[in-house]
């Protein structure tokens, strides 16, 4: 079943579906209760969401930050879709600030994206992985929203927000045992800490915007 934006109901139908969907773009079917914006399955959300995607029809061109060497199969989808504006592959696009950050070499930067934090027990998995691993590491650590108030694609977003203090979080003595060899930070400026010549990986969420990044500066990465 190949799916195309008609109306609201065409996608809201598919909320608790088992449905597998040929969705443009992809190369493969894909579940759409797990793969399709959560919005999408909301009557209001869906509507609004699906008027702004049909004024794409209305445009010359649409500009994507990727590049075909990345993902050939994505730009080409189109092509023979009359309906659909040419696509143009204009990637990587990455704005960075230059920062002086104090690092020293062969280190691993852990970050994931402005909506990224985890809950106590994920934190003290990452700092059991930290403590016995033989690498220097520059951790940002965030404070995930309040119980209730959790990053959604429907209503207002509400974003992690930096400790007052990691002690607080992090298992007692870590700061101690891996000092010298790691820092844990609240917010941090990721494009241009990827960028630094120091840094010898990105443990990263998976983002495009981070992907792009490490392509663009030639970071490995472990997702």
Known sequence: MVLRHQDGKVCIKFKDSDAELL??????????????P?????KEEAESFLNIIKKFRDTKGILVNTFTNLESHA????SSDAEIPPVYSVGPQTVMKVVW????PSRMFLCFGSMGSFDKDQV???AHAQDHATHRFL??????????????PIGRITFPSDYDDHIEVLPKGFLDQTFGIGNVIGWAP???????PF?????????????????????????
Do not use: D, Y
Request: glycine residues 8%; proline residues 14%.
């Open 23 to 36: 969705i443009p773009s992809f190369v493969n079917p894909l579940p759409a209760a797990k793969v399709l």
């Open 199 to 223: 840094v010898g990986g990105f443990v990263f969420h998976c983002g495009w915007n981070s992907t792009l990044e490490s392509l663009r500066h030639g970071v490995p990465v472990a997702p």
């Open 190 to 196: 990721q494009v241009a800490v990827s960028a630094h």
């Open 124 to 126: 003290k998995e990452n």
């Open 75 to 78: 730009p080409h989808a189109h």
């Open 101 to 104: 950050i104090p690092m020293r």
């Open 38 to 42: 959560g919005r999408v399955f909301v």
């Open 139 to 152: 951790w940002s650590l965030r404070r995930p929203p309040p119980i209730g108030r959790i990053p959604s």
